[in-house]
């Protein structure tokens, strides 16, 4: 198997990421933290994002059903969510949170719905892409994992 190639392609995939703007350059602080120690670490905060983001949007979900027009609640699960996604550096989901809460400043239900389905598919997106890259970096073994 061509190691070579993989990390070539992992590395590919990651720019692609930041080139689409779905990362910004606080996904590479977290990877900087990773080290021998730790090798899953990047992947295992992503895991760990990605859960704690599906409950936050689920919980804002019920949120939206359980309280019309409760722009204040509404905003406050968006702050969550928003701080979730700054730190690991999830961009295009991080800009969704904002204009939710802009939305919410404006008391504007319909942007909030909108904002709320964009926010629903660069979550997936998102996912989607990073399982793939984490997928490769496995497939290239441990050296593979310190490619910046």
């Not at 949170?97 to 939305?103: A, G, H, R």
């Not at 909108?114 to 490769?136: D, P, V």
Request: hydrophobic fraction near 35%; proline fraction near 2%.
């Amino acid at each position: 198997m061509d190691y070579s190639n993989l990390r070539r392609q992992a590395a590919s995939m990651k720019k692609g990421l930041f080139d689409q703007g779905h990362l910004d350059e606080q996904f590479r602080q977290v990877e900087d933290l990773q080290d021998e120690a730790s090798p899953n670490f990047v992947e295992e905060v992503a895991v760990l994002f990605f859960k704690d983001s599906g409950r936050l949007i689920s919980n804002l979900e019920q949120a939206l059903e359980k309280y019309p027009r409760d722009f204040n609640r509404w905003d406050a699960y968006m702050q969550q969510l928003k701080g979730s996604c700054s730190s690991i550096g999830a961009s295009r989901m991080k800009s969704e949170c904002m204009s939710f809460k802009d939305n919410c400043g404006k008391g504007n239900v319909e942007g909030c719905m909108g904002c709320l389905q964009k926010l629903k598919r660069e979550h997936a997106i998102l996912r989607q892409k990073l399982e793939s890259y984490f997928q490769l970096l496995r497939q290239a073994g441990p050296t593979g994992a310190a490619t910046h």
